[in-house]
């Protein structure tokens, strides 16, 4: 019999209590609250401490050039071992690596807020992207195992890509709101909800069977550091230059390690990543088209941020709470995108949302110095939220069909893993593009200024400042509407799976399902 018929089964006849195997369907909700809720506390700290960078600058003495830190440290953690805490779901147990992970998130956001010295404080976000990269994965393959494929499957993508898609602007407003009272409790945060997670997991979370094989530690060795000095050397292009020779020697060097990891998979007998994972068209678009919005998504935080703050002249609470609409919106959106995947082919969805995305940034590339929250942002802010909810659910779905069940921790590790290395290229990319346009935009505006014959007024350097910052967010939001375009592309000639199929996870109607 099918794992999906069982799975039906068990919905339709639940087990007597005290049944040898309970594989947790019968708490459905309870278990996608609970794998929800852990997912978005690993996603909301990417970017919830942003906001509070310059209190923990001030309490614990960074210096500028080593505050950046503070979110690379968590970065490249959890990008570079997103493929090890997969496979590490799927040797030694999903739910059991699930809560390894979650346990050591919690207990590092305690570290963090208790931190009294620049080194506590990297070590402890070291320490979260550990567990972040152990948690994550293995959330995402807890779906696949635990619900059955189909709608019930459908809405808890649904709900899980909408906590990923939300999780970012959730961190700015919840950064907003705690940075008022202290910028510790935006650690402390997770400390209860990850402990909550741990005492409720064991009981509405079924555990998966053990797979054969054993760990690949050249394999995780080369792509983990490969990982590191890539995303590393990207990161660094954002805050020096792509001729810097520290960002070209780390991404030269990320490079030959990530294509011997590719030499060594290709040998191995018990592979890190599968190569039959990429081998599927399906599976390749979305981890590509992923890579490409996430590069977007990031970078459309990080611009429009310091665009409201610096300005618009917002409060670090106001900011936060600037984003509010983008997490209704992408709630929504993702939601109507699993209403639609029944009876809509993933490309229509996830292509149409593509196109409004770039349409979205398109509009915020109109950005002016007096422009103003309502008329100038919050149209574009919404258009944007719905697009990618529409984007993200067919997406993660889509990236994950088909796979088989051993392979399933491992393949949702690849999808993390390209918006990871897609945040940290398109903001390089991006922050290259701005500074460039910025600096000649001011350089421009402060000759015409001294050939006027008279001293420029601090207000006058002031507003030129302002345009110079403007246009390049222009010149940025300009090229990451190409970037989603060109995702709308590869979505709609590439993508080409049937809603049917999918709904069968990813196996052709009336085939036999493993």
Same mark, same amino acid.
């Given at each position: 019999?099918?794992?999906?018929?069982?799975?039906?089964? +068990?919905?339709?006849?639940?087990?007597?209590?005290?049944?040898?195997?309970?594989?947790?369907?019968?708490?459905?909700?309870?278990?996608?609250?609970?794998?929800?809720?852990?997912?978005?506390?690993?996603?909301?700290?990417?970017?919830?401490?942003?906001?509070?960078?310059?209190?923990?600058?001030?309490?614990?003495?960074?210096?500028?050039?080593?505050?950046?830190?503070?979110?690379?440290?968590?970065?490249?953690?959890?990008?570079?071992?997103? @493929?090890?805490?997969?496979?590490?779901?799927?040797?030694?147990?999903?739910?059991?690596?699930?809560?390894?992970?979650?346990?050591?998130?919690?207990?590092?956001?305690?570290?963090?807020?208790?931190?009294?010295?620049?080194?506590?404080?990297?070590?402890?976000?070291? @320490?979260?992207?550990?567990?972040?990269?152990?948690?994550?994965?293995?959330?995402?393959?807890?779906?696949?195992?635990?619900?059955?494929?189909?709608?019930?499957?459908?809405?808890?993508?649904?709900?899980?890509?909408?906590?990923?898609?939300?999780?970012?602007?959730?961190?700015?407003?919840?950064?907003?709101?705690?940075?008022?009272?202290?910028?510790?409790?935006? %650690? %402390?945060?997770?400390?209860?909800?990850?402990?909550?997670?741990?005492? @409720?997991?064991?009981?509405?979370?079924?555990?998966? +069977?053990?797979?054969?094989?054993?760990?690949?530690?050249?394999?995780?060795?080369?792509?983990?550091?490969?990982?590191?000095?890539?995303?590393?050397?990207?990161?660094?292009?954002?805050?020096?230059?792509?001729?810097?020779?520290?960002?070209?020697?780390?991404?030269?060097?990320?490079?030959?390690?990530?294509?011997?990891?590719?030499?060594?998979?290709?040998?191995?007998?018990?592979?890190?990543?599968?190569?039959?994972?990429?081998?599927?068209?399906?599976?390749?678009?979305?981890?590509?088209?992923?890579?490409?919005?996430?590069?977007?998504?990031?970078?459309?935080?990080?611009?429009?941020? @310091?665009?409201?703050?610096?300005?618009?002249?917002?409060?670090?609470?106001?900011?936060?709470?600037?984003?509010?609409?983008?997490?209704?919106?992408?709630?929504?959106?993702?939601?109507?995108?699993?209403?639609?995947?029944?009876?809509?082919?993933?490309?229509?969805?996830?292509?149409?949302?593509?196109?409004?995305?770039?349409?979205?940034?398109?509009?915020?590339?109109?950005?002016?110095?007096?422009?103003?929250?309502?008329?100038?942002?919050?149209?574009?802010?919404?258009?944007?939220?719905?697009?990618?909810?529409?984007? %993200?659910?067919?997406?993660?779905?889509?990236?994950?069909?088909?796979?088989?069940?051993?392979?399933?921790?491992?393949?949702?590790?690849?999808?993390?893993?390209?918006?990871?290395?897609?945040?940290?290229?398109?903001?390089?990319?991006?922050?290259?593009?701005?500074?460039?346009?910025?600096?000649?935009?001011?350089?421009?505006?402060?000759?015409?200024?001294?050939?006027?014959?008279?001293?420029?007024?601090?207000?006058?350097?002031?507003?030129?400042?302002?345009?110079?910052?403007?246009?390049?967010?222009?010149?940025?939001?300009?090229?990451?509407?190409?970037?989603?375009?060109?995702?709308?592309?590869?979505?709609?000639?590439?993508?080409?799976?049937?809603? +049917?199929?999918?709904?069968?996870?990813?196996?052709?109607?009336?085939?036999?399902?493993?």
């Amino acid at each position: 019999m099918s794992h999906d018929s069982a799975a039906t089964q +068990e919905l339709a006849a639940p087990e007597p209590d005290g049944a040898e195997h309970d594989h947790g369907h019968r708490h459905l909700g309870l278990a996608l609250a609970l794998i929800s809720a852990a997912q978005l506390m690993v996603v909301l700290d990417g970017t919830i401490v942003n906001i509070a960078l310059p209190h923990i600058q001030t309490d614990l003495d960074f210096t500028p050039s080593n505050l950046s830190w503070v979110v690379n440290a968590y970065t490249l953690a959890f990008g570079g071992l997103l @493929l090890l805490g997969g496979r590490a779901g799927d040797l030694l147990g999903r739910r059991k690596m699930f809560m390894v992970g979650v346990g050591l998130f919690a207990l590092a956001s305690l570290f963090g807020g208790i931190a009294q010295s620049e080194g506590q404080m990297l070590a402890a976000r070291v @320490l979260q992207g550990v567990g972040a990269a152990i948690a994550s994965p293995t959330a995402l393959a807890l779906i696949t195992t635990t619900f059955p494929a189909g709608q019930a499957r459908n809405r808890a993508f649904g709900v899980y890509a909408a906590m990923s898609g939300a999780g970012a602007a959730v961190g700015l407003i919840l950064g907003g709101v705690l940075t008022e009272y202290s910028w510790r409790w935006t %650690f %402390f945060i997770n400390v209860p909800i990850g402990l909550l997670v741990l005492f @409720l997991a064991p009981r509405f979370l079924g555990e998966s +069977e053990r797979e054969s094989g054993g760990f690949d530690i050249p394999g995780a060795i080369t792509a983990t550091t490969g990982l590191v000095s890539l995303v590393y050397g990207l990161t660094h292009a954002a805050s020096t230059s792509w001729s810097n020779p520290t960002t070209i020697t780390t991404i030269t060097v990320g490079l030959v390690l990530i294509a011997t990891f590719l030499v060594i998979e290709s040998r191995t007998t018990h592979p890190l990543l599968p190569f039959r994972i990429l081998a599927n068209r399906t599976r390749a678009v979305s981890f590509v088209v992923m890579l490409i919005v996430g590069a977007a998504m990031f970078a459309m935080f990080y611009f429009l941020g @310091l665009f409201i703050q610096q300005v618009l002249g917002y409060s670090s609470l106001k900011a936060g709470l600037a984003f509010l609409p983008f997490s209704f919106g992408i709630v929504f959106g993702a939601q109507l995108a699993s209403a639609l995947l029944s009876r809509v082919d993933p490309r229509w969805i996830s292509g149409a949302g593509a196109v409004l995305a770039a349409g979205a940034m398109l509009g915020l590339n109109q950005l002016q110095v007096d422009s103003t929250y309502v008329t100038g942002l919050l149209p574009w802010i919404i258009l944007l939220s719905l697009g990618l909810g529409l984007v %993200f659910v067919p997406l993660t779905l889509t990236a994950v069909s088909g796979v088989a069940r051993e392979d399933s921790g491992v393949g949702s590790a690849v999808l993390n893993t390209m918006q990871q290395v897609g945040g940290a290229l398109g903001l390089a990319t991006l922050s290259t593009v701005a500074v460039s346009a910025a600096t000649e935009k001011g350089n421009s505006l402060a000759a015409a200024l001294a050939g006027s014959g008279t001293k420029p007024t601090a207000d006058q350097l002031h507003q030129v400042a302002l345009a110079a910052q403007t246009h390049g967010a222009q010149q940025a939001f300009l090229v990451a509407a190409g970037m989603v375009l060109a995702g709308a592309v590869v979505i709609l000639f590439g993508l080409n799976i049937k809603h +049917e199929t999918l709904a069968a996870d990813g196996v052709a109607p009336g085939a036999h399902i493993g």
